[in-house]
């Protein structure tokens, strides 16, 4: 089985990026027939990585794909929007490992909850500061295989770039 979480700024100011989300997780259900996809559900790019999951499922029903939300902590989304988030997910974690966690910390802490049990961390982060960049640095030091978006899109725009 192959674990994998995501990690990325709120925000997405590019269109392309579903494409490459795509791709990433293509190149990943290449590698076995049973995978488990975690998500922060926390922005934007969370979003469109558990779309692109739900998509895949759907695509190869053959495999074994489970798509879990991770959350820091109880919020009352999770009670408001039960039934839309028991439809998008498989699981659903509030990890009690977090249950002494200052909330402030507790997402910093998700996130590392998640890399930890992850074999790889499919990342858009685009600059150097802030949670989703911390977390990237965080995987890193753990040795986690990183496919960071964001380094595909810069190294494309460099090759098509004119000399």
């Given at each position: 089985?192959?674990?994998?979480?995501?990690?990325?700024?709120?925000?997405?100011?590019?269109s392309n990026i579903r494409t490459l989300i795509d791709h990433?997780?293509?190149d990943i259900l290449k590698k076995d027939t049973s995978f488990t996809f975690y998500s922060g559900d926390m922005g934007e790019f969370d979003r469109m990585c558990s779309s692109a999951v739900r998509n895949a499922k759907r695509q190869y029903p053959g495999l074994d794909i489970k798509l879990i939300?991770?959350?820091p902590y109880m919020m009352t989304k999770i009670n408001i929007y039960k039934a839309q988030y028991e439809r998008l997910y498989d699981e659903i974690i509030i990890p009690t490992e977090l249950s002494e966690v200052h909330y402030k910390s507790a997402i910093t802490a998700r996130n590392r909850w998640m890399v930890d049990r992850s074999d790889s961390l499919i990342s858009y982060v685009y600059r150097d500061f802030g949670g989703a960049y911390a977390t990237l640095?965080?995987?890193?030091?753990?040795?986690?295989?990183?496919?960071?978006?964001a380094d595909i899109?810069?190294?494309?725009?460099?090759q098509s770039s004119p000399p």
């Open positions: 089985m192959i674990t994998c979480a995501f990690t990325g700024h709120r925000e997405v100011y590019d990433a997780i293509e939300a991770v959350f640095k965080y995987a890193r030091r753990m040795g986690k295989e990183i496919i960071n978006l899109q810069r190294k494309k725009a460099t």
